[in-house]
């Protein structure tokens, strides 16, 4: 089982970027998005939890959001007025059964 982040980039402080996480397999539950900046631990940003709730890291409600495809093989992270300080690697998480599963990592700069 896989999962595979795309998407990320170098984009201007207030642009946006999309994230994609695309799984192997259906029935990745929870899933969703951490990130960790250089010198720095990873750090949750957004997951759909078991329970169908979703977290978000104080520092990017309001700015970023959440989704999936009705398959709920793609997990989405819609990341709008970016800061400099969302500059990290990010990366997809999912549980599979007792499995917990990493993907590769996306890097995203924030910078003019």
């Known amino acids: 089982v896989r999962l595979v982040e795309s998407g990320g980039g170098l984009v201007q402080p207030g642009g946006s970027l999309r994230l994609s996480c695309a799984a192997s397999?259906?029935?990745?539950?929870?899933m969703g998005w951490y990130r960790q900046a250089p010198g720095k631990e990873r750090e949750l940003v957004a997951i759909f939890n078991r329970d169908r709730t979703i977290n978000y890291a104080d520092s990017v409600k309001d700015r970023f959001t959440i989704s999936k495809n009705k398959a709920a093989t793609t997990v989405y992270l819609q990341m709008n007025n970016l800061k400099p300080e969302d500059t990290a690697v990010y990366y997809c998480l999912g549980l599979y059964g007792s499995q917990t599963v990493w993907g590769q990592g996306t890097q995203v700069t924030v910078s003019s």
């Open positions: 397999r259906s029935s990745f539950n929870p």
